[in-house]
């Protein structure tokens, strides 16, 4: 039998190559997982100052910022300040969630598998696991800012009234990522029934020996 040419073997090394150049490009991302970590160093110095902040005003009893500045630091302030904290320390988790579940999703494996400190979650993470889990982060995110506008909501600049409109309008954003968040997961749901329904289907089921028979037919050999 004649052996392949030069070129027509080039030829069917040519789609191989490509589609290889294309599986490396994924290390581009590394960069940009990066960079999230970066952001979430300014998280952690804004977490920081804020801490500052409001030690100094618990210390002196007096406000530096908020509605009133210069006003006694009052138990509604308090809240506030912690509501800020739980928002930044929230955001820091969905970084923490894009960044590992990002990069074992999409550009390589971590390989923390038998680790004791290796998040729950990341045993069986996919892309639509992780879009459900940051779904479910940007709810609680959303949650946070709604709560801190009810205790302290918006203003009309002159009139010193509530801003209804601008209330009304976060309530319905919240709403609407509550249910971004379950079509997703219906979604995944649905993916997953899906998948197991095609991998069960025709599957031989195999045979099961009793413990008794199989000493019995030990025993017999």
Not at 37 to 48: K, N, P, S, T
Not at 106 to 119: A, K, N, T, W
Request: aromatic share 6%; charged share 15%; proline share 7%.
């Amino acid at each position: 039998m004649p052996a392949p040419s030069p070129r027509s073997s080039t030829v069917s090394r040519g789609p191989a190559g490509v589609g290889r150049l294309l599986f490396f490009s994924r290390w581009l991302q590394v960069p940009l997982y990066l960079g999230l970590i970066v952001a979430q160093l300014v998280y952690v110095w804004r977490f920081l100052v804020e801490i500052g902040h409001l030690i100094a005003q618990v210390v002196t009893g007096i406000a530096d910022g908020g509605a009133n500045p210069g006003a006694p630091f009052t138990e509604g302030d308090v809240m506030l300040a912690v509501l800020q904290l739980v928002d930044i320390v929230m955001i820091s988790n969905l970084l923490i969630m894009v960044i590992i579940g990002g990069y074992e999703t999409f550009v390589s494996r971590i390989r923390l598998r038998g680790h004791p400190d290796e998040p729950e979650w990341l045993s069986h993470v996919n892309a639509n696991v992780l879009k459900t889990k940051l779904a479910t982060a940007i709810i609680g995110i959303s949650s946070v800012h709604l709560l801190r506008t009810f205790i302290q909501p918006a203003r009309i600049p002159g009139t010193g009234q509530i801003d209804t409109q601008a209330v009304m309008w976060q309530a319905i954003l919240h709403a609407l990522f509550v249910l971004s968040a379950i079509g997703l997961a219906c979604i995944d749901r649905i993916m997953t029934t899906t998948e197991a329904g095609k991998h069960g289907h025709g599957t031989p089921v195999p045979d099961v020996v009793p413990p008794q028979r199989a000493k019995v037919d030990s025993a017999a050999g």
